[in-house]
């Protein structure tokens, strides 16, 4: 019980945006109470009172030369933190689309998607992957649940000359000089993904393949999309 009423406790401090906006601000660095103030455009009695009841929970803890810092547990507590803030933040998204596919070490990641878009529909997301394929300097990975069709010939001829193409889908395409490709009967979710940029796109909770989804530039979008598609590709049968 004692367990339970502390949990309830840490949330109900987490859902103030105020509170969660002062950790954020002191991942960055130690800050003094007037500098977080300021920062955040609160008053210095809000402020104030924030920091007492955070540092009441051992979140943040006043350093003796006047700043505050935000503790290990803090810090832990705060990246634990941003899955949950991804799925309440898209939650109409994630009504309908099926993520349980996921291993446990990437759904507990999935907060990494939380710098990416979302794009709805299939020219949107048939648009951003044509052009991440011209974009591509280094290589291009790609996922597809459904047999790549033969317009796919011509769509390769985008890729820059020395990047590396794979792709893993149902049904591996045409044999091509620049295309690695391995087979997968049943890939969860559509993916597109290159140096510079990353698409994930889920399928529907019924199985469907969907072009909604997600695509952001931000390192932690790119490597969590790009650990996602390994660990598949790993899977897949060479071709």
């Known amino acids: 019980m004692e367990n339970q009423e502390g949990m309830e406790r ?79 933040k898209h939650k109409e998204y994630f009504l309908n689309h099926d993520v349980s596919w996921l291993p446990p070490q990437f759904l507990y990641r999935i907060g990494e998607l939380s710098q990416a878009n979302l794009m709805m529909g299939m020219v949107e997301s048939t648009m951003k992957t044509s052009m991440m394929i011209g974009e591509a300097a280094q290589f291009m990975w790609a996922v597809s649940p459904e047999p790549v069709p033969q317009t796919f010939n011509e769509i390769s001829k985008q890729i820059p000359k020395g990047a590396e193409y794979r792709i893993l889908s149902p049904q591996p395409p045409v044999k091509l000089s620049n295309l690695e490709n391995r087979t997968y009967t049943d890939p969860p979710a559509i993916m597109a993904i290159t140096e510079k940029e990353a698409v994930i796109c889920f399928r529907f909770k019924e199985g469907r393949v969907d072009y909604a989804g997600f695509t952001g530039k931000d390192p932690d979008v790119i490597n969590w999309t790009k650990d996602v598609f390994l660990y598949y590709w790993n899977k897949g049968l060479r071709y």
């Open 10 to 88: 840490l949330f109900f401090e987490l859902a103030s945006e105020s509170r969660l906006s002062i950790l954020r601000k002191l991942m960055e660095k130690d800050w003094k109470m007037n500098e977080v103030a300021r920062k955040l455009d609160l008053t210095t009695t809000e402020t104030f009172r924030q920091l007492q009841r955070l540092s009441e929970d051992l979140l943040v803890q006043k350093q003796p030369e006047g700043t505050y810092a935000i503790t290990e547990y803090g810090r832990l507590v705060l990246m634990l933190s941003a899955p949950l803030e991804l799925v309440f």
